[in-house]
């Protein structure tokens, strides 16, 4: 009968081959979800065997998504991986969405410390070729190791105060950051520089560099190094004439003329 056909699926979501032995996966289903907590966590461990369990989630979270996507990341795909019950799981996360939100968080909490080493306290000294590199490369090094990064925070196209997930939340939070960086950068580089068309030209770089590492990211190996010189190319070019002042350029040609000489008499 149909009722019967219907209920066979269920039944292989709990075989031995899909999930762990009976006594070690209860509870099978996850607990209802507290719509209330702050972050992602259905419990915070407090002790480092805990802390170190839910490391051993996000990694094989971070490991299913880059070999099988994002919508493989089931929680019966992540505990498989982790080589632990599922249970275990719903022990520190209410469901599968928060593991990927707290893999978010950790790679949120990465790249905002590669912000601070990437940014110099004093741009000036620095030539601006040097100056691209010193941010573009360190964030080019985190996508070679993170090849899940991209995934979790994939572009959406949708409202830009859309809330509705904590990756897409901390994805523009952090651009709107990196952007923020990049104006006050640019702001000590050329004083003069108008804070409408600062803001712009820190804007469009942002832009420039998150597609293409993007698109690096989603590239074969032989492309990689291509695609990075060309980023670096088109940034110099786009940045030269913004955080080069042209007065800077116009009192080195004026040492370079030919002081008139004196007639003599």
Known sequence: MPAKRASRPAARETSPAASPPASAQT???????????????????????????????????????AEQGLHAATAEAIALKART??????????????????????????????????????????????????????????????????????TVEGPGDDTRSAPTRLRAQLFDSFVDRLDVLFSARNPKLATRDRRRVALVAATLGQSLLARRGRAVAAEKKPLLDDLRRILLAYLQPVLEPPVVKAKADRKAEPKPTAKKR
């Not at 599968?96 to 949120?108: E, F, H, K, N, S």
């Open 27 to 65: 509870p099978v289903s996850p607990p209802p979800a507290d719509a209330e907590s702050p972050d992602a966590y259905r419990r915070r461990p407090r002790q480092s065997r805990g802390q170190a369990r839910v490391e051993l989630l996000l990694d094989a979270a971070a490991t299913v998504i």
């Open 85 to 154: 019950a599922k249970g275990s799981l719903y022990q520190f996360f209410p469901n599968r969405d928060a593991v990927l939100a707290a893999l978010a968080l950790r790679y949120a909490d990465e790249m905002r410390a590669i912000h601070e080493r990437a940014f110099p306290i004093d741009p000036h000294g620095l030539p601006l070729d040097r100056l691209i590199d010193r941010i573009v490369k360190p964030l080019a090094e985190f996508h070679d190791t993170h090849p899940a990064f991209r995934r979790v925070f994939a």
